[in-house]
T-cell receptor, first 111, second 110 residues
Framework: KQEVTQIPAALSVPEGENLVLNCSFT??????LQWFRQDPGKGLTSLLL?????REQTSGRLNASLDKSSGRSTLYIAASQPGDSATYLC??????????FGSGTQLTVLP | NAGVTQTPKFQVLKTGQSMTLQCAQD?????MYWYRQDPGMGLRLIYY???????DKGEVPNGYNVSRLNKREFSLRLESAAPSQTSVYFC?????????FGPGTRLLVL
């Protein structure tokens, strides 16, 4: 059974810092890996999707990497802003296009 | 273009009561999903529907039933609610490799 782990569960940083969120998984047989953002009381918004054949994807200040051999993905956020405060979840897609989610990292960026 | 919509936003039930959570999408997607989110456990798949007329169990289907009414709508029914079903329920639809989520329904079972 695929296990997806996100550590730490919560992270607080001052505005302007670069930061890295971690996601680890036990089974490397995946189609892709996605990073989502969840604001309090809201649904999830897809940020980045990395296909299993890719190593990284970038969107603005966000960069996500994927290393299947080590079972790890990272989400790098450059020059963090208070508006980046949210919970970030990683999710893997395997067969039948089902997502397996990690429990998330709650990020707080302090002004 | 509303994306994925869910009703109700919030519901309180007593143990043993039944209710149906509604979900609709206007993106012409074939695949739709129901998840529950509990503190510290991420999202877990309850049921999914790969296309109109088909449904399959996910990781935690016990105590739930679903209906894919048409391509747009996918409902989740609790026949006899239990306190363990207190959670936030999310509906999603898939376009390409990306899933699009509704705003969620907060359910409290007393």
């Amino acid at each position: 059974k695929q296990e997806v782990t996100q550590i730490p569960a919560a992270l607080s940083v001052p505005e302007g810092e670069n930061l890295v969120l971690n996601c680890s998984f036990t089974d490397s047989a995946i189609y892709n890996l996605q990073w989502f953002r969840q604001d309090p009381g809201k649904g999830l918004t897809s940020l980045l999707l990395i296909q299993s054949s890719q190593r990284e994807q970038t969107s603005g200040r966000l960069n996500a990497s994927l290393d299947k051999s080590s079972g790890r993905s990272t989400l790098y956020i450059a020059a963090s802003q208070p508006g980046d405060s949210a919970t970030y979840l990683c999710a893997l897609t395997r067969s039948a296009r089902q997502l397996t989610f990690g429990s998330g990292t709650q990020l707080t960026v302090l002004p | 273009n509303a994306g994925v919509t869910q009703t109700p936003k919030f519901q309180v039930l007593k143990t043993g009561q039944s209710m149906t959570l509604q979900c609709a999408q206007d993106m012409n997607h074939n695949s739709m999903y129901w998840y529950r989110q509990d503190p510290g456990m991420g999202l877990r798949l309850i049921y999914y529907s790969a296309s109109e007329g088909t449904t399959d169990k996910g990781e935690v289907p016990n105590g739930y039933n679903v209906s894919r009414l048409n391509k747009r709508e996918f409902s989740l029914r609790l026949e006899s609610a239990a306190p363990s079903q207190t959670s936030v329920y999310f509906c999603a639809s898939r376009g390409g490799e990306t899933q699009y989520f509704g705003p969620g329904t907060r359910l409290l079972v007393l």
